[in-house]
């Protein structure tokens, strides 16, 4: 600036809030040719970590990861959502890619099919609702996570 503006405007980027998060997850691969994950010669599942959370998607931490993981790939994850229930088959594109530290960190966009699924927990609804739910319930206890350029 070669003055102080008069006013500023504050632009979020994400569609929605995001919040953290610290649980395991698996990551699976669909077969080739095939979005079916129930293949007993299909890749093994990924361990890895759900770091944060929004409706539209999420960052997860991996320690390991096969070379087909790339910008626009197809992953479906699969974790628990505390105290709602499991969530599973849920698909995802993979929007970012960043190695830190050793570990990969994917920045994954829902893809809600109606082929995700979720065992509740004495709740109610759809996945795009529990983790709705979730997300707000979470903004409520530990407050907003702060936009990012990360994953």
């Known amino acids: 600036y070669l003055a102080f503006p008069r006013r500023t405007e504050e632009i979020h980027l994400r569609k929605h809030a995001r919040v953290a998060s610290n649980e395991p997850l698996l990551l699976r691969q669909p077969t080739q040719g ?6 007993p010669n299909g890749p093994a599942p ?27 790939a197809t992953v479906y994850l699969e974790f628990e959502l505390i105290g709602i229930g ?5 698909a995802g594109a993979i929007k970012n ?10 920045g994954i966009e829902f893809r809600y ?4 699924s979720v065992e ?12 709705e739910y979730s997300v707000m319930q979470r903004q409520t206890d530990w407050g907003f996570l702060t936009p990012t350029s990360e994953p």
């Open 34 to 39: 095939s979005a079916l994950l129930a293949q």
């Open 46 to 72: 990924i361990g890895g970590l759900l770091q944060d959370l929004s409706l539209s998607g999420c960052r997860i931490m991996l320690q390991r990861a096969p070379d087909e993981l790339v910008l626009g």
């Open 86 to 90: 499991h969530i599973s088959h849920l």
């Open 97 to 106: 890619i960043a190695e830190r530290d050793g570990t990969l960190l994917l």
């Open 113 to 116: 099919n109606g082929k995700e």
């Open 120 to 131: 509740f927990r004495g709740w109610g609804g759809n996945v795009q609702k529990a983790i």
